[in-house]
């Protein structure tokens, strides 16, 4: 296998240190830089991932690195962060992560939906398609993607229904 490191090895080695942190180990890349290698790792969770939360599992990432070894010798750069806008959703975790946001998601079928996620559940997706709910499940979404919204949410609308302005 030579010098490579194993994408598999890195996420085995790193998903329990992302879980103790409470963040989800999305993803993990080692690319060559000039005379080091940049350690890529990409963490989420629910509420998204704040400052504190990179730091803390920056570190925990670097002394599980340090104790495995499993980086070699040669010197590496580590960057954790958390997933763009345009990261696709494949998994449930990434569906219910964009509750609100306006999705394009492609189906199993070759067809495709476009529309605001209202809800999730353990089986599938509500979307709202220009006002009509439409549930889809899992099994049949291929991959969505978030679409790019410059108006804002009124703020108004946050809180649920009630209408109560102070």
Do not use: C, N
């Not at 006002?131 to 099994?139: A, I, K, L, N, Q």
């Amino acid at each position: 296998m030579g010098s490579a490191i194993s994408r598999d090895r890195l996420m085995k080695l790193l998903e329990p240190v992302a879980l103790a942190s409470g963040l989800d180990l999305e993803d993990v890349t080692v690319t060559p830089a000039g005379k080091r290698r940049l350690l890529r790792v990409v963490v989420d969770r629910d509420g998204g991932v704040s400052l504190d939360d990179v730091a803390e599992v920056s570190q925990a990432v670097s002394e599980a690195l340090d104790a495995g070894d499993v980086m070699g010798s040669s010197p590496y750069v580590l960057e954790v962060s958390s997933p763009g806008v345009d990261r696709p959703l494949t998994e449930p975790r990434h569906w219910r992560r964009a509750v609100r946001r306006l999705v394009k998601a492609d189906l199993r079928d070759g067809t495709s939906v476009e529309g605001r996620i209202v809800a999730t559940d353990e089986t599938g997706v509500e979307f709202d398609v220009a006002g009509t709910p439409r549930r889809v499940e899992y099994e049949d979404l291929a991959r969505g993607r978030v679409q790019v919204e410059f108006r804002r949410f009124d703020d108004a609308d946050d809180d649920g229904e009630d209408g109560d302005e102070g």
